[in-house]
Nanobody
Framework: VQLVESGGGLVQPGGSLRLSCAAS????????MNWYRQAPGKERELVAR????????YYGDSVKGRFTISRDNAKNTVYLQMNSLKPEDTAVYYC?????????WGKGTLVTVSS
């Protein structure tokens, strides 16, 4: 299993970014996909989840109404559209999948929200 995140960077408060996670090594269309984040000195937290077909999504309270998770099963890719970014969104964002109960993580992509 390989998960490769991209799309992070420096953005001003109120701005937008779109993260991507390219997946390989498993049958992507069979599994829910997750985005987590970890800010300095804090525990890793679940940001968003999307079901295998994309029909069901979940968002953490801190990002509801601002972030949108989506997936393209033909491209084995999951996305996280982040709008109205706040300084407290600054974190390393990780893609996660659990095929067969095993946790797999990407290396993460850094998002910094600062003026």
């Amino acid at each position: 299993v390989q998960l490769v995140e991209s799309g992070g960077g420096l953005v001003q408060p109120g701005g937008s970014l779109r993260l991507s996670c390219a997946a390989s090594g498993f049958t992507f269309s069979r599994y829910s996909m997750n985005w987590y984040r970890q800010a300095p000195g804090k525990e890793r937290e679940l940001v968003a989840r999307i079901s295998s077909t994309g029909s069901t999504t979940y968002y953490g309270d801190s990002v509801k109404g601002r972030f949108t998770i989506s997936r393209d099963n033909a491209k084995n890719t999951v996305y996280l559209q982040m709008n109205s970014l706040k300084p407290e969104d600054t974190a390393v964002y990780y893609c996660n999948v659990r095929p067969g109960g095993m946790d797999y993580w990407g290396k993460g992509t850094l998002v910094t929200v600062s003026s």
